[in-house]
């Protein structure tokens, strides 16, 4: 059904490391507007951004699990290494930081924390997701790197691409 080319756990990371880097920002930014409209919205707004949150921190979780799966096959094509693990931990660093906002925006939803602290656990969940999506941008950069400078994950063709006639 599948080529054997479709089952590469590389390509399993490029498939799916795309849903958090469209997820995560469009949450963040959705908290943000959330900042700035009126009452009766802002509820609703604040729900999409947790909902988006949530979709963003799983798919993210998938990214890094699927990149741990392919690191054997791609570490032993590329000449920096060190690059590949700073992409791993900064993709890690990215999905605790987003994580760690989701539970922050659940206390805030759930009213789990007393009502003087609610404010503050909505704030610092918007700092840690301003902060991760710092380290998203980081993390797709170094990722960029990888495979357009390194050519990591590529698959390796027949000088005359013979194979594809």
């Known amino acids: 059904m599948f080529s054997r080319d479709f089952m590469r756990p590389e390509v399993w990371h490029a498939l799916s490391v795309h849903f958090p880097i469209a997820l995560l920002p469009v949450a963040t930014i959705t908290m943000l507007i959330a900042f700035f409209i009126k009452k009766e919205s802002k509820r609703s707004s604040q729900l999409a951004a947790t909902l988006l949150l949530l979709l963003g921190c799983l798919t993210a979780w998938i990214a890094v ?57 909505l704030y610092a969940a918007f700092i840690l997701m301003l902060t991760g999506t710092g380290f998203l941008v980081y993390t797709g950069h170094i990722g960029a790197t990888l495979v357009y400078e390194q050519g990591a994950g590529v698959k390796d063709h027949d000088v005359d691409c013979s194979e594809y006639e």
């Open 65 to 121: 699990f699927t990149g741990d799966s392919a690191e054997s096959i791609v570490a032993r094509k590329i000449c920096d290494p060190t690059v590949l693990k700073d992409h791993e931990i900064a993709g890690e660093n990215t999905a605790w930081l987003f994580t760690a906002a989701l539970a922050m925006l659940i206390m805030f939803q759930t009213n789990l924390v007393r009502p003087a602290l609610r404010a503050l656990s």
